[in-house]
T-cell receptor, first 113, second 117 residues
């Protein structure tokens, strides 16, 4: 069965410290990978995506994620977080041949001043 | 600018009532999806549609129905609301042109918070 596992449900981190949000997937077919962010009381917004090519992808606000096929992972990192990064982050994937997304259960990132 | 809207944003209803949540997108996307978001479960797919007159069941479809009469709208109906359907509901849409999978980015609405008493 295809699935996404986000290993941490909550991650507290001090402002300006680095953070890593972990995501592992299980699929028997090629996948496309996504990270979405949900700010309080809002819908989900795409943060970054891996479709093909370079395994390291970046967002406009300093996040990056690396696709690791051998470890079936797509961890999200930021070298220095801001208060404004406080949100819930969802990892998702789509198998080749499908328009559906399978979401992880989410990781709540809390940035502490 | 293209967008996806949901209405109402908040709804309180009673057990047994029929409720319809609206979703409208101006992206001209063929694909539309309904999810529910619950603490500890993330987002779970309720129903989805790949075009007009096409509807499909998702992971948690029991007690819900959808219909697609045009490209822009995919209303979600709770036939007889139950307390277990108290949740936040999100509608999303995506393109379907090109290779399947290449355009899988989904655009989300702001959500509807539904409370069933």
């Amino acid at each position: 069965a295809q699935s996404v596992t986000q290993l941490d449900s909550q991650v507290p981190v001090f402002e300006e410290a680095p953070v890593e949000l972990r995501c592992n997937y299980s699929s028997s077919v090629s996948v496309y990978l996504f990270w979405y962010v949900q700010y309080p009381n809002q819908g989900l917004q795409l943060l970054l995506k891996y479709l093909s090519g370079s395994t390291l992808v970046e967002s406009i606000n300093g996040f990056e994620a690396e696709f690791n096929k051998s470890q079936t992972s797509f961890h999200l990192r930021k070298p220095s977080v801001h208060i404004s990064d406080t949100a819930e982050y969802f990892c998702a994937f789509s198998g080749a041949g499908s328009y559906q997304l399978t979401f992880g259960k989410g990781t709540k990132l809390s940035v502490i001043p | 600018d293209a967008e996806i809207t949901q209405s109402p944003r908040h709804k309180i209803t009673e057990t047994g009532r029929q409720v319809t949540l609206a979703c409208h997108q101006t992206w001209n996307h063929n694909n539309m999806f309904w999810y529910r978001q619950d603490l500890g479960h993330g987002l779970r797919l309720i129903h989805y549609s790949y075009g007009v007159q096409d509807t499909n069941k998702g992971e948690v479809s029991d007690g819900y129905s959808v219909s697609r009469s045009n490209t822009e709208d995919l209303p979600l109906t709770l036939e007889s609301a139950a307390s277990s359907q108290t949740s936040v509901y999100f509608c999303a849409s995506s393109e379907s042109r090109g290779s399947v999978g290449v355009y899988n980015e989904q655009f989300f609405g702001p959500g509807t918070r539904l409370t069933v008493l």
